[in-house]
Nanobody, 124 residues
């Protein structure tokens, strides 16, 4: 059974930074993709970023490009989301999800293995 745990959320002032971690375990596939999603109160869940392993392919949702950076530590089976220049509109619960294979769109993540989420709150 795939197990996904997010950490690193918290309360930060606008302009500040946070680094989220996603620790994934219990899977045996050699190539997979880890995505970060977020859901703000009253809004739909949206894809924020992803990274494919082992090729390292990444992409970002337009509103976070230039501010967020996704990276991986293969030895620790951990993916990080470095979030800089945070804005109040970044406030949301952030989720990590793992799917086998390369990225083919945000849709397939719905069938992946999800963590329970970590709250990010950015005050103005």
């Amino acid at each position: 059974e795939v197990h996904v745990v997010e950490s690193g959320g918290g309360l930060v002032q606008a302009g500040g930074s946070l680094r989220l971690s996603c620790a994934a375990s219990g899977f045996v596939f050699d190539d997979y993709t880890i995505g970060w999603f977020r859901q703000a109160p009253g809004q739909e869940r949206e894809g924020v970023s992803y990274i494919s392993i082992p090729d390292g392919d990444t992409d970002y949702e337009d509103s976070v490009k230039g501010r967020f950076t996704i990276s991986k530590d293969n030895a620790k089976n951990t993916v990080y989301l470095q979030m800089n220049s945070l804005k109040p509109e970044d406030t949301a619960v952030y989720f990590c999800v793992v799917i086998p294979g390369p990225y083919t769109g945000w849709g397939p993540f719905s069938y992946g293995s999800w963590g329970q989420g970590t709250q990010v709150t950015v005050s103005s």
